[in-house]
């Protein structure tokens, strides 16, 4: 049975079935691909005899999709968003530790787009070692706390002032070096 196909309106799109070959582009990064053709047994498509025009199933988009993850050796999305469930974190979180944007991270997760190779290996390193991107983070926050904390003792408001005073005043860079210690070893 022939249905009509989408691109060029021929009742000429017929299901076809066995092994669908898969080539992609000769170059890539300007480099000869030497694992450019893929065959995909037991898969299952539509194609138009008319215009050429191939429809893929889901089933097989995501086959597709798997190889070129594993061609590259990069985690798939499945896998990125299983380790950010594993530390109970949200897409937003997770992008701040990583130091991306949050849209970005989320086509990586959705397979919308697929992550650099060099931010492959940092996804996989905070899998190993979650508690050295948590430190980081943890860092920017005690200082970010200390600035609040210094800025709160500035405009005097507050009971600090007896803080200010212990730490012999707030001007000039080496005081606020010596209270922004003081504080940090308190948080
Ligand atoms: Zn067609």
Redesign the pocket.
């Known amino acids: 049975m022939k249905m009509k196909?989408p691109?060029?309106?021929?009742e000429?799109?017929e299901r076809k079935t066995g092994a669908f070959h898969f080539e992609l582009p000769g170059k890539e990064s300007g480099r000869e691909n030497p694992e450019r053709e893929m065959d995909f047994p037991d898969s299952e498509w539509d194609e138009?005899g008319?215009?050429?025009?191939v429809i893929l199933s889901v089933e097989l988009q995501k086959r597709i999709e798997r190889r070129q993850y594993a061609r590259k050796g990069i985690l798939t999305p499945e896998e990125i968003k299983s380790i950010r469930e594993k530390y109970s974190l949200t897409q937003a979180r997770m992008a701040q530790i990583l130091q991306v944007g949050e849209k970005n991270f989320s086509r990586w997760e959705n397979g919308i787009a697929m992550q650099t190779k060099s931010m492959d290996s940092l996804i996989r390193q905070f899998e190993k070692r979650p508690e050295e991107f948590l430190k980081n983070e943890g860092g920017k926050q005690a200082s970010d706390s200390v600035s609040s904390y210094l800025r709160t003792i500035e405009s005097g408001k507050g009971g600090n002032v007896q803080a200010l005073a212990a730490h012999g005043g707030i001007r000039g860079k080496k005081n606020r070096e010596t209270l922004s210690r003081f504080i940090k070893d308190k948080l």
């Open positions: 196909c691109l060029c309106g021929d000429s799109l138009c008319a215009c050429g025009e």
